[in-house]
Protein backbone atom coordinates (compact mmCIF):
# COMPACT_ATOMS: atom_id res chain seq x y z
CA UNK A 1 0.00 0.00 0.00
CA UNK A 2 1.62 2.96 -1.10
CA UNK A 3 1.19 6.10 1.40
CA UNK A 4 0.17 9.09 0.77
CA UNK A 5 -3.33 7.63 -0.21
CA UNK A 6 -6.31 9.33 -0.68
CA UNK A 7 -9.01 7.66 2.19
CA UNK A 8 -11.22 6.57 -0.69
CA UNK A 9 -8.08 4.54 -2.23
CA UNK A 10 -7.80 2.65 0.56
CA UNK A 11 -8.32 -0.41 0.22
CA UNK A 12 -8.39 -1.88 3.99
CA UNK A 13 -10.41 -0.90 6.65
CA UNK A 14 -9.04 2.26 8.88
CA UNK A 15 -9.39 3.03 12.43
CA UNK A 16 -9.27 5.91 14.97
CA UNK A 17 -8.04 5.52 18.05
CA UNK A 18 -8.27 8.17 21.08
CA UNK A 19 -5.31 9.39 21.66
CA UNK A 20 -2.80 7.38 24.22
CA UNK A 21 -1.77 9.30 27.30
CA UNK A 22 2.30 8.67 26.34
CA UNK A 23 1.19 10.23 23.11
CA UNK A 24 0.18 13.65 25.15
CA UNK A 25 2.96 13.76 27.22
CA UNK A 26 5.16 14.06 24.09
CA UNK A 27 2.78 16.59 22.95
CA UNK A 28 3.01 18.71 26.27
CA UNK A 29 7.12 17.76 25.89
CA UNK A 30 7.63 19.12 22.23
CA UNK A 31 5.29 22.38 22.82
CA UNK A 32 7.36 23.35 26.40
CA UNK A 33 10.23 22.99 24.02
CA UNK A 34 8.66 25.33 21.55
CA UNK A 35 7.73 27.65 23.78
CA UNK A 36 10.98 27.82 25.50
CA UNK A 37 12.84 28.09 22.15
CA UNK A 38 10.77 30.17 20.39
CA UNK A 39 10.44 32.85 23.78
CA UNK A 40 12.73 35.31 22.12
CA UNK A 41 11.98 35.15 18.77
CA UNK A 42 8.17 34.76 18.42
CA UNK A 43 6.45 35.91 21.79
CA UNK A 44 3.31 35.34 20.38
CA UNK A 45 4.47 31.88 18.55
CA UNK A 46 5.57 31.07 22.17
CA UNK A 47 2.81 31.63 24.18
CA UNK A 48 0.59 29.47 21.76
CA UNK A 49 2.75 26.65 22.49
CA UNK A 50 3.43 27.24 25.90
CA UNK A 51 -0.79 27.20 26.34
CA UNK A 52 -0.58 24.06 24.14
CA UNK A 53 1.65 22.69 26.52
CA UNK A 54 -0.04 23.34 29.77
CA UNK A 55 -3.70 21.82 27.76
CA UNK A 56 -1.98 18.53 26.82
CA UNK A 57 -0.12 17.69 30.22
CA UNK A 58 -3.40 18.53 32.19
CA UNK A 59 -5.35 16.22 29.59
CA UNK A 60 -2.87 13.55 30.83
CA UNK A 61 -3.53 14.39 33.98
CA UNK A 62 -7.38 14.27 33.48
CA UNK A 63 -7.23 10.81 31.71
CA UNK A 64 -4.44 9.01 32.98
CA UNK A 65 -3.64 4.70 32.32
CA UNK A 66 -1.85 2.46 33.98
CA UNK A 67 1.87 3.34 34.07
CA UNK A 68 3.91 1.33 31.62
CA UNK A 69 7.65 2.35 31.07
CA UNK A 70 6.67 3.80 27.34
CA UNK A 71 4.19 6.83 29.87
CA UNK A 72 7.02 6.92 32.66
CA UNK A 73 9.33 7.92 30.14
CA UNK A 74 7.05 10.39 28.08
CA UNK A 75 6.36 11.77 31.70
CA UNK A 76 9.37 12.36 32.43
CA UNK A 77 10.74 13.65 29.64
CA UNK A 78 7.54 16.13 29.97
CA UNK A 79 8.52 16.89 33.45
CA UNK A 80 11.94 17.93 31.66
CA UNK A 81 10.84 20.14 29.49
CA UNK A 82 8.48 21.95 31.59
CA UNK A 83 10.57 22.35 34.39
CA UNK A 84 13.05 24.14 31.86
CA UNK A 85 10.25 26.43 30.30
CA UNK A 86 9.53 27.64 33.82
CA UNK A 87 5.41 25.98 33.70
CA UNK A 88 4.06 25.18 36.62
CA UNK A 89 2.62 21.38 37.82
CA UNK A 90 4.80 18.45 36.44
CA UNK A 91 7.65 18.72 38.43
CA UNK A 92 6.05 18.10 41.65
CA UNK A 93 4.06 14.85 40.33
CA UNK A 94 7.00 13.61 38.14
CA UNK A 95 10.56 14.67 38.97
Known sequence: MPLPQLPEDAEADRYLFPPSTAGTLNLAAVAAQCARLWRH???AFSEVCRSAAV???EAALRF???MPT???TAAARTA???FLTNLPGPRQNFI
Open 70 to 72: IIL
Open 55 to 57: RAY
Open 80 to 82: IQM
Open 64 to 66: PTS
Open 41 to 43: LDQ
